[in-house]
């Protein structure tokens, strides 16, 4: 199962991490874990101020953390988008996402 947890605070998604494997289908043919992946790297290319950000990557597992106290309205955009995504992936593949909120 992907495991999916983020933190919002003042209206800003300040933490998001992604972790796991969904398991649906064999590797290469896992059209869940190709979905949150996509929407993971691609969210990541569009944020603009990506050194306001420490973010880790390795093993399945993606970590985004907020180092500001403000993100620009584009990265805000960006991110609240990725989460709306993900939620629907989750909404159709229950058994294979999961998403906290901390």
């Known amino acids: 199962m992907i495991k999916i947890t983020y933190l919002e605070n ?3 998604i300040v933490y998001l991490k992604s972790e ?3 398991n649906y289908d064999k ?3 896992d059209i869940v874990c ?3 992946s996509a929407i993971i ?12 950000y420490k973010i880790s990557s390795e093993n399945g ?7 500001t106290d403000k993100q620009n309205n584009n990265d805000k955009i960006v991110l609240k988008t ?10 159709s593949y229950k ?4 998403i906290t909120k901390k």
């Open 10 to 12: 003042n209206d800003q």
């Open 20 to 22: 796991g494997h969904a």
């Open 27 to 29: 590797k290469g043919k």
């Open 34 to 36: 190709s979905a949150v």
């Open 41 to 52: 790297v691609g969210g990541l290319n569009a944020i603009k101020e990506i050194d306001d």
């Open 61 to 67: 597992k993606v970590e985004i953390v907020l180092k």
């Open 82 to 91: 990725m989460l709306i995504q993900l939620k629907t992936i989750e909404d």
């Open 95 to 98: 058994d294979y996402v999961k």
